[in-house]
Protein backbone atom coordinates (compact mmCIF):
# COMPACT_ATOMS: atom_id res chain seq x y z
CA UNK A 1 0.00 0.00 0.00
CA UNK A 2 1.26 3.29 -1.04
CA UNK A 3 2.14 5.52 2.56
CA UNK A 4 2.60 2.64 4.24
CA UNK A 5 5.81 2.13 6.82
CA UNK A 6 7.83 -0.85 5.71
CA UNK A 7 8.22 -3.55 8.58
CA UNK A 8 10.92 -2.95 10.56
CA UNK A 9 13.11 -5.91 9.71
CA UNK A 10 16.02 -7.86 11.21
CA UNK A 11 18.19 -5.44 9.23
CA UNK A 12 17.02 -2.65 10.82
CA UNK A 13 17.76 -4.51 14.11
CA UNK A 14 21.40 -5.10 13.09
CA UNK A 15 21.42 -1.35 11.93
CA UNK A 16 20.34 -0.33 15.20
CA UNK A 17 22.10 -2.79 17.08
CA UNK A 18 25.36 -1.14 15.09
CA UNK A 19 24.66 2.32 16.09
CA UNK A 20 24.26 1.14 19.81
CA UNK A 21 27.64 -0.71 19.87
CA UNK A 22 29.61 2.48 18.26
CA UNK A 23 27.38 5.11 20.81
CA UNK A 24 29.69 2.88 23.56
CA UNK A 25 32.88 2.35 22.20
CA UNK A 26 31.64 -1.50 22.64
CA UNK A 27 32.89 -2.91 19.05
CA UNK A 28 36.46 -2.95 20.34
CA UNK A 29 35.23 -6.06 23.02
CA UNK A 30 33.26 -7.80 19.96
CA UNK A 31 35.92 -10.33 18.89
CA UNK A 32 34.21 -13.81 18.00
CA UNK A 33 35.11 -15.73 20.71
CA UNK A 34 33.63 -13.20 23.04
CA UNK A 35 30.74 -12.93 21.40
CA UNK A 36 30.02 -16.42 21.54
CA UNK A 37 30.67 -16.84 25.16
CA UNK A 38 28.23 -13.91 25.15
CA UNK A 39 25.48 -16.01 23.23
CA UNK A 40 26.20 -18.50 25.74
CA UNK A 41 25.53 -16.46 28.56
CA UNK A 42 22.31 -15.90 27.54
CA UNK A 43 21.27 -19.40 26.28
CA UNK A 44 22.23 -20.37 29.74
CA UNK A 45 19.71 -17.34 31.04
CA UNK A 46 16.95 -19.18 28.67
CA UNK A 47 17.57 -22.61 29.77
CA UNK A 48 17.66 -21.34 33.58
CA UNK A 49 13.59 -20.15 33.18
CA UNK A 50 12.69 -23.74 31.49
CA UNK A 51 14.56 -25.99 33.52
CA UNK A 52 12.15 -26.81 36.60
CA UNK A 53 8.84 -26.89 34.13
CA UNK A 54 7.74 -29.71 33.61
CA UNK A 55 7.80 -30.58 29.80
CA UNK A 56 4.50 -31.07 28.72
CA UNK A 57 3.09 -27.60 30.67
CA UNK A 58 6.23 -25.36 29.21
CA UNK A 59 4.72 -24.50 26.18
CA UNK A 60 1.34 -23.11 28.01
CA UNK A 61 3.23 -21.56 30.53
CA UNK A 62 5.22 -19.08 28.29
CA UNK A 63 2.78 -18.55 25.59
CA UNK A 64 1.16 -15.57 27.73
CA UNK A 65 2.02 -12.89 31.02
CA UNK A 66 4.96 -12.52 32.47
CA UNK A 67 6.59 -15.83 31.64
CA UNK A 68 6.36 -15.03 27.71
CA UNK A 69 7.53 -11.60 28.48
CA UNK A 70 10.71 -13.08 30.10
CA UNK A 71 11.21 -15.85 27.97
CA UNK A 72 11.14 -13.00 25.04
CA UNK A 73 13.32 -11.23 26.39
CA UNK A 74 15.73 -13.87 27.05
CA UNK A 75 15.74 -15.16 23.08
CA UNK A 76 15.76 -11.50 22.18
CA UNK A 77 19.36 -11.62 23.82
CA UNK A 78 20.69 -14.70 21.74
CA UNK A 79 19.14 -12.84 18.60
CA UNK A 80 21.05 -9.50 19.09
CA UNK A 81 24.64 -11.44 20.07
CA UNK A 82 23.94 -13.94 16.89
CA UNK A 83 23.64 -10.48 15.00
CA UNK A 84 26.58 -8.59 16.61
CA UNK A 85 28.54 -11.96 15.17
CA UNK A 86 26.98 -11.96 11.94
CA UNK A 87 28.32 -7.65 12.35
CA UNK A 88 31.99 -8.58 12.92
CA UNK A 89 32.14 -11.40 10.14
CA UNK A 90 30.27 -9.39 7.69
CA UNK A 91 27.99 -12.20 7.22
CA UNK A 92 24.53 -12.17 5.79
CA UNK A 93 22.56 -14.02 8.39
CA UNK A 94 19.44 -14.31 6.82
CA UNK A 95 20.63 -15.60 3.54
CA UNK A 96 22.49 -18.19 5.08
CA UNK A 97 19.74 -19.46 6.89
CA UNK A 98 17.79 -19.58 3.76
CA UNK A 99 20.18 -21.59 2.16
CA UNK A 100 20.61 -23.80 5.12
CA UNK A 101 16.81 -24.73 4.88
CA UNK A 102 17.34 -25.49 1.10
CA UNK A 103 19.42 -28.15 2.43
CA UNK A 104 17.80 -29.43 5.09
CA UNK A 105 15.07 -30.07 2.55
CA UNK A 106 16.88 -31.82 -0.15
CA UNK A 107 18.52 -34.03 3.45
CA UNK A 108 15.39 -34.82 5.09
CA UNK A 109 12.59 -35.04 2.05
CA UNK A 110 9.14 -34.49 3.08
CA UNK A 111 7.88 -37.90 2.13
CA UNK A 112 10.40 -40.04 3.88
CA UNK A 113 10.54 -38.13 7.22
CA UNK A 114 8.35 -39.32 9.47
CA UNK A 115 10.61 -40.51 12.26
CA UNK A 116 12.49 -38.88 14.44
CA UNK A 117 16.01 -37.84 13.26
CA UNK A 118 19.02 -37.85 14.86
CA UNK A 119 19.77 -34.32 13.84
CA UNK A 120 17.34 -32.64 11.73
CA UNK A 121 18.76 -29.07 10.01
CA UNK B 1 9.20 1.21 -5.64
CA UNK B 2 6.02 -0.72 -7.34
CA UNK B 3 6.82 -3.91 -8.92
CA UNK B 4 10.05 -4.85 -6.88
CA UNK B 5 10.03 -7.80 -5.30
CA UNK B 6 10.31 -7.24 -1.25
CA UNK B 7 13.29 -8.50 0.19
CA UNK B 8 13.26 -12.03 1.96
CA UNK B 9 12.92 -10.99 5.61
CA UNK B 10 12.60 -13.02 9.40
CA UNK B 11 9.10 -13.54 8.82
CA UNK B 12 9.33 -15.04 5.25
CA UNK B 13 12.09 -17.19 6.88
CA UNK B 14 9.72 -18.02 9.94
CA UNK B 15 7.00 -19.19 7.80
CA UNK B 16 9.26 -21.33 5.56
CA UNK B 17 10.40 -23.03 8.79
CA UNK B 18 6.29 -23.53 9.28
CA UNK B 19 6.12 -25.37 6.26
CA UNK B 20 9.56 -27.18 6.73
CA UNK B 21 8.27 -28.27 9.96
CA UNK B 22 4.52 -29.28 8.91
CA UNK B 23 5.53 -31.02 6.13
CA UNK B 24 7.52 -33.43 7.76
CA UNK B 25 5.19 -33.88 10.83
CA UNK B 26 7.99 -32.80 13.01
CA UNK B 27 6.22 -30.45 15.10
CA UNK B 28 4.95 -32.74 17.51
CA UNK B 29 9.08 -33.08 18.65
CA UNK B 30 8.65 -29.15 19.16
CA UNK B 31 7.93 -28.67 22.65
CA UNK B 32 10.03 -25.89 24.33
CA UNK B 33 12.58 -27.80 26.21
CA UNK B 34 13.19 -29.79 23.03
CA UNK B 35 13.87 -26.52 21.17
CA UNK B 36 15.85 -25.02 23.60
CA UNK B 37 18.17 -28.35 23.54
CA UNK B 38 18.41 -28.44 19.98
CA UNK B 39 19.56 -24.93 20.17
CA UNK B 40 21.97 -25.60 22.74
CA UNK B 41 23.71 -28.35 20.50
CA UNK B 42 24.17 -25.72 17.33
CA UNK B 43 25.52 -23.13 19.76
CA UNK B 44 28.30 -25.78 20.77
CA UNK B 45 28.86 -26.58 17.33
CA UNK B 46 29.68 -22.80 16.71
CA UNK B 47 31.64 -22.79 20.02
CA UNK B 48 33.81 -25.63 18.44
CA UNK B 49 34.72 -24.54 15.43
CA UNK B 50 36.35 -21.41 17.49
CA UNK B 51 37.72 -22.88 20.09
CA UNK B 52 41.36 -23.51 19.06
CA UNK B 53 41.36 -20.15 17.06
CA UNK B 54 43.67 -17.76 18.42
CA UNK B 55 41.01 -14.88 19.95
CA UNK B 56 42.67 -12.17 17.93
CA UNK B 57 42.88 -14.32 14.40
CA UNK B 58 39.27 -15.34 14.94
CA UNK B 59 37.55 -12.37 12.60
CA UNK B 60 39.94 -12.71 9.88
CA UNK B 61 39.81 -16.58 10.08
CA UNK B 62 35.84 -16.53 10.32
CA UNK B 63 35.29 -13.52 7.62
CA UNK B 64 36.16 -15.35 4.30
CA UNK B 65 36.24 -18.58 2.24
CA UNK B 66 35.26 -22.14 3.91
CA UNK B 67 35.22 -20.94 7.59
CA UNK B 68 33.15 -18.24 6.97
CA UNK B 69 30.51 -20.37 4.90
CA UNK B 70 30.91 -22.98 8.14
CA UNK B 71 30.05 -20.92 10.81
CA UNK B 72 27.53 -19.36 8.60
CA UNK B 73 25.47 -23.03 8.91
CA UNK B 74 26.07 -23.43 12.77
CA UNK B 75 24.63 -19.45 13.16
CA UNK B 76 21.97 -20.54 10.83
CA UNK B 77 21.08 -23.61 12.70
CA UNK B 78 21.08 -21.24 16.13
CA UNK B 79 18.41 -18.94 14.23
CA UNK B 80 16.22 -21.52 12.96
CA UNK B 81 15.91 -23.12 16.49
CA UNK B 82 15.02 -19.76 17.70
CA UNK B 83 12.65 -19.50 15.27
CA UNK B 84 11.31 -22.56 16.06
CA UNK B 85 11.10 -21.75 19.91
CA UNK B 86 9.60 -18.22 18.72
CA UNK B 87 6.93 -20.39 16.67
CA UNK B 88 5.43 -22.66 19.51
CA UNK B 89 5.40 -19.79 22.21
CA UNK B 90 3.64 -17.38 19.19
CA UNK B 91 6.27 -15.14 20.01
CA UNK B 92 7.03 -11.87 18.14
CA UNK B 93 10.97 -12.21 18.06
CA UNK B 94 11.65 -8.78 16.39
CA UNK B 95 9.61 -6.76 18.83
CA UNK B 96 10.76 -8.45 21.69
CA UNK B 97 14.64 -7.54 20.44
CA UNK B 98 13.79 -4.17 19.05
CA UNK B 99 11.99 -3.45 22.98
CA UNK B 100 15.19 -5.03 24.45
CA UNK B 101 17.12 -2.70 22.55
CA UNK B 102 15.29 0.00 23.72
CA UNK B 103 15.79 -0.86 27.27
CA UNK B 104 19.28 -1.27 27.03
CA UNK B 105 19.50 2.62 25.81
CA UNK B 106 17.96 3.65 28.65
CA UNK B 107 20.05 1.21 31.58
CA UNK B 108 23.40 2.17 29.19
CA UNK B 109 23.43 5.67 28.77
CA UNK B 110 25.82 6.13 25.26
CA UNK B 111 27.48 8.86 27.65
CA UNK B 112 28.49 6.95 30.24
CA UNK B 113 29.53 3.57 29.30
CA UNK B 114 32.86 3.66 28.14
CA UNK B 115 33.89 0.79 30.64
CA UNK B 116 33.48 -2.52 30.40
CA UNK B 117 30.12 -3.38 32.07
CA UNK B 118 30.04 -7.66 33.19
CA UNK B 119 26.39 -7.72 31.28
CA UNK B 120 26.16 -5.24 28.44
CA UNK B 121 22.73 -6.10 26.50
CA UNK C 1 42.33 -53.20 53.85
CA UNK C 2 46.30 -53.45 54.11
CA UNK C 3 47.45 -54.07 50.50
CA UNK C 4 44.43 -52.42 48.60
CA UNK C 5 44.55 -50.86 45.82
CA UNK C 6 43.25 -47.12 46.32
CA UNK C 7 39.99 -46.09 44.11
CA UNK C 8 40.92 -44.16 41.30
CA UNK C 9 39.70 -40.67 41.92
CA UNK C 10 38.97 -37.38 40.65
CA UNK C 11 42.72 -36.03 41.19
CA UNK C 12 44.21 -39.16 39.61
CA UNK C 13 41.84 -38.25 36.75
CA UNK C 14 43.31 -34.41 36.75
CA UNK C 15 46.99 -35.77 36.65
CA UNK C 16 46.67 -37.81 33.87
CA UNK C 17 44.86 -35.07 32.02
CA UNK C 18 47.88 -33.05 32.96
CA UNK C 19 50.54 -35.30 31.42
CA UNK C 20 48.02 -35.90 28.43
CA UNK C 21 48.07 -32.43 27.68
CA UNK C 22 52.11 -31.78 28.04
CA UNK C 23 53.19 -34.87 26.45
CA UNK C 24 50.69 -33.56 23.00
CA UNK C 25 51.72 -30.10 23.73
CA UNK C 26 48.24 -28.78 24.11
CA UNK C 27 48.50 -26.60 26.61
CA UNK C 28 49.52 -23.66 25.26
CA UNK C 29 45.57 -23.77 23.41
CA UNK C 30 44.15 -23.99 27.46
CA UNK C 31 43.90 -20.41 28.25
CA UNK C 32 40.24 -20.32 30.19
CA UNK C 33 38.03 -18.71 27.26
CA UNK C 34 38.89 -21.22 24.92
CA UNK C 35 38.44 -24.11 27.36
CA UNK C 36 35.12 -22.80 28.28
CA UNK C 37 34.16 -23.03 24.39
CA UNK C 38 35.46 -26.70 24.32
CA UNK C 39 33.34 -27.10 27.15
CA UNK C 40 30.05 -25.66 25.49
CA UNK C 41 30.82 -27.59 22.83
CA UNK C 42 30.75 -30.52 24.68
CA UNK C 43 27.62 -29.54 26.49
CA UNK C 44 26.13 -29.15 22.88
CA UNK C 45 26.66 -32.63 21.97
CA UNK C 46 25.29 -33.69 25.41
CA UNK C 47 21.85 -31.80 24.89
CA UNK C 48 21.79 -33.16 21.35
CA UNK C 49 21.73 -36.88 22.74
CA UNK C 50 18.39 -35.57 24.54
CA UNK C 51 16.74 -33.32 22.73
CA UNK C 52 14.09 -35.30 20.65
CA UNK C 53 13.78 -37.82 22.97
CA UNK C 54 10.42 -37.37 25.18
CA UNK C 55 10.86 -36.32 28.58
CA UNK C 56 9.34 -39.16 30.37
CA UNK C 57 11.47 -41.50 28.88
CA UNK C 58 14.87 -40.36 28.96
CA UNK C 59 15.88 -41.48 32.20
CA UNK C 60 15.30 -45.33 30.71
CA UNK C 61 16.64 -44.78 28.21
CA UNK C 62 20.03 -43.56 29.07
CA UNK C 63 20.57 -45.43 31.85
CA UNK C 64 21.44 -48.90 29.94
CA UNK C 65 22.95 -49.89 26.62
CA UNK C 66 24.40 -48.25 23.68
CA UNK C 67 22.95 -44.74 24.88
CA UNK C 68 24.04 -45.02 28.01
CA UNK C 69 27.89 -45.51 26.61
CA UNK C 70 27.35 -42.35 24.16
CA UNK C 71 25.82 -40.46 27.48
CA UNK C 72 28.57 -41.64 29.34
CA UNK C 73 31.23 -40.48 26.99
CA UNK C 74 29.79 -37.21 26.63
CA UNK C 75 29.26 -36.46 30.21
CA UNK C 76 32.65 -37.35 30.45
CA UNK C 77 34.28 -34.65 28.20
CA UNK C 78 32.50 -31.79 29.95
CA UNK C 79 34.05 -33.25 32.68
CA UNK C 80 37.47 -33.53 31.58
CA UNK C 81 37.21 -29.98 30.34
CA UNK C 82 36.06 -28.73 33.39
CA UNK C 83 39.25 -30.25 34.93
CA UNK C 84 41.29 -28.92 32.42
CA UNK C 85 39.74 -25.07 33.45
CA UNK C 86 40.39 -26.27 36.61
CA UNK C 87 44.26 -27.22 35.96
CA UNK C 88 44.85 -23.78 34.58
CA UNK C 89 43.31 -21.57 36.91
CA UNK C 90 44.92 -23.78 39.53
CA UNK C 91 41.73 -24.67 41.02
CA UNK C 92 39.88 -27.14 43.59
CA UNK C 93 37.45 -28.32 42.59
CA UNK C 94 36.69 -30.61 44.01
CA UNK C 95 36.75 -28.01 47.60
CA UNK C 96 34.72 -25.65 45.52
CA UNK C 97 32.51 -28.27 44.80
CA UNK C 98 32.01 -29.16 48.51
CA UNK C 99 31.87 -25.60 49.95
CA UNK C 100 29.02 -25.15 47.60
CA UNK C 101 27.01 -27.21 48.58
CA UNK C 102 27.68 -26.17 51.96
CA UNK C 103 26.28 -22.83 50.88
CA UNK C 104 23.32 -24.59 49.28
CA UNK C 105 22.94 -25.80 52.61
CA UNK C 106 22.33 -22.88 54.48
CA UNK C 107 20.36 -21.08 50.91
CA UNK C 108 17.59 -23.93 50.78
CA UNK C 109 16.76 -25.60 54.61
CA UNK C 110 15.55 -28.48 53.92
CA UNK C 111 12.23 -28.31 55.51
CA UNK C 112 11.27 -25.46 53.62
CA UNK C 113 12.27 -26.94 50.62
CA UNK C 114 8.89 -28.68 49.26
CA UNK C 115 8.23 -26.12 46.29
CA UNK C 116 10.02 -25.75 43.01
CA UNK C 117 12.84 -22.81 43.38
CA UNK C 118 13.93 -21.03 40.36
CA UNK C 119 17.41 -22.10 40.88
CA UNK C 120 18.41 -24.37 43.33
CA UNK C 121 21.85 -25.38 43.71
CA UNK D 1 48.46 -44.67 56.82
CA UNK D 2 46.26 -46.21 59.63
CA UNK D 3 44.15 -43.71 61.10
CA UNK D 4 44.83 -41.45 58.14
CA UNK D 5 41.03 -39.56 57.04
CA UNK D 6 40.47 -40.78 53.51
CA UNK D 7 40.18 -37.56 51.05
CA UNK D 8 37.47 -35.89 50.43
CA UNK D 9 36.50 -37.76 47.27
CA UNK D 10 33.82 -37.26 43.88
CA UNK D 11 32.12 -40.30 45.46
CA UNK D 12 31.83 -38.52 48.69
CA UNK D 13 30.27 -35.09 46.70
CA UNK D 14 28.09 -37.59 44.73
CA UNK D 15 26.72 -39.07 48.10
CA UNK D 16 26.17 -35.89 50.09
CA UNK D 17 24.57 -34.20 46.88
CA UNK D 18 22.38 -36.96 46.69
CA UNK D 19 21.11 -36.29 50.37
CA UNK D 20 20.76 -32.88 49.79
CA UNK D 21 18.28 -33.78 47.14
CA UNK D 22 16.23 -36.22 48.78
CA UNK D 23 15.96 -33.99 52.24
CA UNK D 24 14.44 -31.56 50.02
CA UNK D 25 12.25 -34.05 47.69
CA UNK D 26 13.89 -32.46 44.63
CA UNK D 27 14.75 -35.58 42.93
CA UNK D 28 10.85 -35.70 41.23
CA UNK D 29 12.16 -32.61 38.77
CA UNK D 30 15.86 -34.43 38.10
CA UNK D 31 15.09 -35.93 34.39
CA UNK D 32 17.76 -36.22 32.31
CA UNK D 33 16.58 -33.37 29.83
CA UNK D 34 15.89 -30.77 32.75
CA UNK D 35 19.32 -31.59 34.68
CA UNK D 36 20.72 -30.69 31.11
CA UNK D 37 19.20 -27.45 30.50
CA UNK D 38 20.43 -26.77 34.39
CA UNK D 39 24.00 -27.31 33.43
CA UNK D 40 23.21 -25.58 30.65
CA UNK D 41 22.10 -22.23 32.69
CA UNK D 42 25.46 -22.73 34.90
CA UNK D 43 27.48 -22.73 32.05
CA UNK D 44 26.03 -20.10 30.79
CA UNK D 45 27.20 -18.15 33.96
CA UNK D 46 30.62 -19.14 33.56
CA UNK D 47 30.91 -18.34 30.24
CA UNK D 48 29.49 -14.89 31.22
CA UNK D 49 32.54 -14.38 33.90
CA UNK D 50 34.59 -14.11 30.89
CA UNK D 51 32.70 -13.09 28.51
CA UNK D 52 34.36 -9.43 27.93
CA UNK D 53 37.90 -10.60 29.95
CA UNK D 54 40.61 -10.43 27.16
CA UNK D 55 41.80 -13.76 25.88
CA UNK D 56 45.27 -13.14 26.98
CA UNK D 57 44.59 -11.52 30.55
CA UNK D 58 41.71 -14.19 31.33
CA UNK D 59 44.50 -16.96 33.01
CA UNK D 60 45.93 -14.20 35.77
CA UNK D 61 42.28 -12.51 36.51
CA UNK D 62 40.98 -15.92 37.52
CA UNK D 63 43.58 -17.59 39.39
CA UNK D 64 43.46 -15.25 42.33
CA UNK D 65 41.45 -13.53 44.46
CA UNK D 66 37.36 -12.63 44.07
CA UNK D 67 37.65 -13.60 40.75
CA UNK D 68 39.03 -17.31 41.50
CA UNK D 69 36.43 -17.63 44.16
CA UNK D 70 33.16 -16.37 41.72
CA UNK D 71 34.85 -18.62 38.79
CA UNK D 72 34.93 -21.78 41.65
CA UNK D 73 31.43 -21.25 42.26
CA UNK D 74 30.17 -21.70 38.50
CA UNK D 75 32.75 -24.43 38.02
CA UNK D 76 31.22 -25.87 41.04
CA UNK D 77 27.42 -26.12 39.79
CA UNK D 78 28.16 -27.47 36.22
CA UNK D 79 29.99 -29.92 38.46
CA UNK D 80 27.11 -30.90 40.60
CA UNK D 81 24.52 -30.88 38.10
CA UNK D 82 26.90 -32.92 35.76
CA UNK D 83 26.94 -35.56 39.08
CA UNK D 84 23.24 -34.80 39.28
CA UNK D 85 22.90 -36.64 35.72
CA UNK D 86 25.37 -39.45 36.39
CA UNK D 87 23.19 -40.22 39.29
CA UNK D 88 19.94 -40.20 37.30
CA UNK D 89 21.56 -42.47 35.14
CA UNK D 90 23.01 -44.59 37.36
CA UNK D 91 26.32 -44.02 35.78
CA UNK D 92 30.07 -43.96 36.99
CA UNK D 93 31.52 -41.10 35.94
CA UNK D 94 34.73 -41.48 36.77
CA UNK D 95 35.47 -44.59 35.19
CA UNK D 96 33.53 -43.09 32.09
CA UNK D 97 36.37 -40.14 32.02
CA UNK D 98 38.79 -42.40 32.74
CA UNK D 99 38.21 -44.82 29.42
CA UNK D 100 37.37 -41.52 27.52
CA UNK D 101 40.60 -40.17 27.72
CA UNK D 102 42.49 -43.78 27.33
CA UNK D 103 40.50 -43.78 24.22
CA UNK D 104 41.79 -40.12 22.94
CA UNK D 105 45.51 -41.17 23.73
CA UNK D 106 44.84 -44.62 21.08
CA UNK D 107 43.54 -41.79 18.75
CA UNK D 108 46.11 -39.06 19.23
CA UNK D 109 49.24 -40.43 19.45
CA UNK D 110 51.74 -37.98 21.70
CA UNK D 111 54.69 -38.32 19.05
CA UNK D 112 51.93 -37.08 15.61
CA UNK D 113 50.11 -34.45 17.79
CA UNK D 114 52.06 -31.17 17.76
CA UNK D 115 49.00 -29.05 15.53
CA UNK D 116 45.98 -27.79 16.36
CA UNK D 117 42.97 -30.63 16.39
CA UNK D 118 39.80 -29.35 15.02
CA UNK D 119 38.51 -31.38 18.31
CA UNK D 120 40.93 -33.13 20.36
CA UNK D 121 39.29 -35.11 23.70
Chains 1, 2, 3, 4 share one sequence.
Not at 51 to 72: I, K, M, N
Request: charged letters at 25%.
Amino acid sequence: MSGEHPAYGLADLQADLRDFTTERDWRRFHDPKSLVLALVGEVGELAELMQWVPADEAQALFSTGRAHERVGEEMSDVLIYLLGLAEVLELDLLTAARAKLAAARLRYPADAAGGLPKSRI
